[in-house]
């Protein structure tokens, strides 16, 4: 499957955004999919996931901040990000995975080129 992350952009801290990940070549609905981040210097980290029947879980720092969604019929998964804040700075990528539900990166096999979000203080 290939995943194609957009949506990012600079906003100020309190603002939203919503990203998306588009999927395209295989079966969006049998994928469990998982947003992850990098801030400059660090490690990728796992922001929130979605599996294939849509349960959702999601990291301390965007729980009741971020919701995670999938629409099916259009083969796309979004990150709604609320209330955000200048350490939610960072590229996020979206992955995919048929077999494993996880929050660990090395448990997705698909990945997407990543998306700029800034927020500015």
């Known amino acids: 499957v290939q995943l194609q992350a957009f949506g990012g952009g600079v906003v100020q801290a309190g603002g939203s955004l919503r990203l998306s990940c588009a999927a395209s070549g295989r079966t969006f609905s049998n994928y469990n999919m998982g947003w992850f981040r990098q801030a400059p210097g660090k490690e990728r980290e796992f922001v929130a996931r979605?599996?294939?029947?849509?349960?959702?879980y999601y990291a301390d720092s965007g729980k009741g901040r971020f919701t995670v969604s999938r629409d099916n019929a259009k083969n796309t998964m979004y990150l709604q990000m609320n209330t955000l804040k200048p350490e939610d700075t960072a590229v996020y990528y979206c992955?995919?995975?048929?077999?494993?539900?996880?929050?660990?990166?090395?448990?997705?096999?698909?990945w997407g080129q990543g998306t700029q979000v800034t927020v500015s203080s």
């Open positions: 979605i599996s294939r029947s849509g349960n959702t």
């Open positions: 992955a995919a995975d048929m077999a494993r539900i996880t929050t660990s990166a090395s448990g997705y096999d698909y």
